[in-house]
């Protein structure tokens, strides 16, 4: 551990601290409505942190009970950070089982001008596999935020609607407002539909790849029957952002979840 804090490798620490802002820069002028940007500006300023700490053996002069602790935490943190982003990865291929009764498109943000990109990337994944399965119905929820003009379930349905999906294969689903919601609002809703018993049904959970794994195993915890996912995608340059984020939503919701 004191080779990482040696004046060598002090540049290499402030490489990072500069990449990290810059790239969190980049995101907060996306404009997404989120605050995941000072995620990485709080990682600027952990690596300032550790180039100030390799300067002038400052490091070793820190309790060494201290010292334990921090690389205790880091090493948590890390390890944490990398068992979530394989197991986001292991589901970045899906494509859903062939003929599945219903597919479950999870929301996200509407723009005035219609489904924001990252939202238009699971519709357009939702609107393939219904072009595939002409017999699967499709649910879109999401209820509509302070900062939208018309609920996500709505506009999302719309989309589709537009892309020539027949409207009596699109339902809207329009009070969730998480992961959660989505996915237990859109259970009841084909709970409602479908008079077979759960265990029959098959069921698809459409989002984002990166937001797959923790949506596909909210839904295995929400029905019996068979759950499967449809992974649309992601701008390259911006899965570092969104992924360290969803690690965060996987652990809030880790008990909501069911493997």
């Not at 539909?193 to 195993?217: A, C, Q, W």
Request: hydrophobic share 45%; glycine share 8%; proline share 3%.
């Amino acid at each position: 551990m004191k080779k990482l804090f040696t004046p060598k490798i002090r540049i290499l620490w402030f490489i990072l601290a500069v990449l990290n802002f810059l790239y969190g820069v980049t995101v907060f002028l996306v404009g997404s409505g989120t605050l995941s940007f000072v995620i990485w500006i709080f990682g600027a300023l952990f690596f300032m942190l550790l180039y100030f700490l390799a300067g002038k053996k400052r490091w070793s002069k820190i309790p060494k009970a201290i010292r334990k602790l921090f690389c205790i935490i880091v090493a948590a943190c890390v390890l944490t950070v990398t068992i979530l982003s394989c197991l986001m990865l292991s589901h970045f291929g899906d494509k859903g089982e062939k003929d599945m009764d219903y597919i479950i498109v999870l929301g996200a943000q509407m723009k005035s001008y219609g489904p924001s990109v990252i939202f238009r990337y699971r519709l357009d994944a939702a609107y393939e596999y219904m072009q595939e399965n002409p017999d699967c119905i499709c649910i879109v929820s999401g209820a509509q935020g302070a900062n939208e003009h018309i609920s996500e379930g709505e506009g999302g349905k719309e989309y589709l609607i537009s892309k020539g999906i027949p409207e009596g294969r699109v339902v809207a689903e329009t009070n969730a407002f998480d992961t959660v919601e989505n996915v237990r609002y859109s259970m009841d809703i084909i709970e409602e539909m479908d008079s077979r018993p759960e265990k029959e049904l098959k069921i698809g959970v459409v989002t984002n790849n990166y937001h797959l794994f923790r949506g596909m195993h909210i839904a295995m915890a929400k029905t019996e029957g068979e759950v499967s996912g449809i992974a649309g995608y992601t701008v390259p340059r911006f899965l570092p952002n969104n992924m360290i984020r969803e690690c965060f939503g996987i652990l809030r919701d880790l008990r909501k979840m069911k493997f």
